[in-house]
């Protein structure tokens, strides 16, 4: 088939790639000029294992091309996809803004039948505003679809070339059939509806995601109090089939650009239709509260934190992106810098785009390597699970620390791995781990 997706952001980057993998003609749309230039050489803008070779693949083969001329590429196209953000307002509702330009860009373009797919995560509703705003402006015929993305990032390339499941929700049957056509050569899991439950699908999707990890994060800080290993709970309620063991993992809390930005959002619909969605909200706050617990165990270590140095592994708000939109960081760091912390900053991959928020921070020193970060620092705070901290030597890091407390956000390290060095060390619900070292309360008493 031949398609068009606009926007090459995350999903419409990776979306369109993955799609002329399996062999359809497909035209990325993007109005960055900059952008497309970047593309047309093969400069990824995203890191995303497994991508730029995908692009590499399918430009030389004639499958995937990019550009600038959306015109053109709708009325080559049989299938147009929506790919722009939809970023939070003030109020938590998301920006329908790019959204609704594009199809007015859309239904300006069209020369003939096409159906508009919206993969952009958007409240309930907005692909009927879509269909008014194409109908008003073009006398062609088309129909509209919703088939929400699960990708993600860090394997997104992954889930959308093997995704759980594909959902399209649409009225049209013409639609749904050729729907049903594309996506096959990716699932059998492949689940018509009504447009509206397709967008309720996304939002209740990860809402529930987010509602696992702020529920296992709040175990974990019980765990803290009473001597569990809030891992050992997770693993045994993860034999429930009923509850499944992903997305237990306790640590410092979600990030990124769907789970707070859907979660308000779910909020703000919900509060439009008079309804307090009272779950989410205390979800979206022990979010919020959990990457604190960073400073407040570092005040337990260091007595306070004014002119002592901590470093920071991991940026980023997941391993393997480059993508650091809310990540637990971002509040950390600036509370460090706040309470008169120096800090020592590295991640592998992310460091570039967190500069970004910090430029004008002299206190944050950016480190090339993960013991440069660590060197003479009175504390070390893991953030990020990046497989380079996971696989560190822990005997290398005691000796280069000026003081040898190792705040372990992600619970990385094991009883194994610490038993031979002297850190007063911290995790997530594991309190057992914090009594190994006879030297955990010395640092505080110095």
Known sequence: MKLTFI???????????????????????????????????GEVPIYEPGLQELIFKNTELGRLSFTTNLTRSVQESDVVFICVGTPSLPSGEANL?????????????????????TKSTVPVGTNDKIKKIISQLSPHPFDIVSTPEFLREGSAVKDTLHPDRVIIGTASERAAATMVELHKPLTEEIMVTEVRSAEMIKYASNAFLATKISFINEIANICEKVGADVTHVAQGMGYDKRIGSSFLQAGIGYGGSCFPKDTH???QIAGNVDYEFKLLKSVVEVNNDQRFNIISKLNHSLGNLQGKTVGIWGLAFKPNTDDVREAPALDIIKTLLQEGAVVKAYDPIATPNFRRFFRDESDVEWCETAMEAAESSDALCLLTDWSEFKEVDLKELNGVMKQPVLIDGR?????????????QYYS???????????????????
């Not at 803004?97 to 797919?117: C, H, T």
Request: hydrophobic share 35%; with cysteine.
């Open 411 to 423: 619970n990385v390290y094991s009883r194994e791995q610490l038993s031979d060095t002297t850190f």
């Open 265 to 267: 959002a779910l909020i």
């Open 97 to 117: 803004e790019y959204v609704e330009q594009v199809a007015q860009d859309i239904a300006l373009a069209m020369n003939g039948y096409k159906i508009v797919v």
């Open 7 to 41: 926007g090459t952001g995350y999903v419409g980057l990776v979306s369109g790639v993955c799609f002329s993998e399996i062999g359809n003609q497909v035209t990325c749309v993007d109005k960055d000029f900059d952008k497309i230039e970047k593309l047309k050489k």
């Open 428 to 446: 997530i619900g594991r309190p057992e781990l914090e009594s190994l070292s006879p030297f955990r309360n010395s640092v505080a008493s110095d």
